[in-house]
């Protein structure tokens, strides 16, 4: 597969996308070592086969780590917890799509890149914004 001469860059895991919650950071790094395992094959010309792979990750993780972030904000009463969630609810639903697109479509080179981009910029936004906060709500209350 052509990723149209261009190497896609991996994620890197960074001190500044600790939220300073070892479980979830732990699920954090996780999460980006499977995006980046996926981007390392989409490299090699592998991504179609290797897409099957990363949205079964992906559907365990979604509902794995979410649940375990809206545990913690229950425990904690988050005040955003309406807002995180519904963010959380946002992401499934886009990944569905792209799920329900590769049904349809086939592991096109433009879907498997509309998968790379779309997750690589949710994780990085999300993890630096939304659960930055929580990390730091739950951090106080620890």
């Excluded at 649940?67 to 995180?84: F, N």
Aim: neutral net charge; charged residues 30%.
């Amino acid at each position: 597969m052509e990723t149209a001469g261009r190497q896609l860059m991996p994620l890197e895991w960074r001190d500044g996308l600790s939220v300073g919650v070892v479980e979830i950071d732990k699920q954090h790094k996780e999460l980006i070592r499977r995006i980046n395992s996926f981007i390392c094959c989409v490299n090699e010309g592998q991504g179609k086969d290797k897409l099957e792979n990363l949205f079964t990750f992906m559907e365990r993780y979604a509902l794995t780590h979410f649940e375990c972030e809206e545990a913690h904000m229950d425990r904690t009463a988050y005040p955003s917890k309406v807002g995180h969630v519904k963010k959380h609810q946002e992401f499934i639903r886009m990944f569905s799509l792209l799920k329900s697109q590769v049904a349809k479509d086939g592991a096109s080179l433009h879907v498997v890149a509309s998968a790379q981009r779309y997750l690589c910029d949710w994780v990085v936004f999300h993890v630096s914004t939304m659960d930055m906060e929580l990390g730091k709500h739950l951090r106080e209350r620890a």
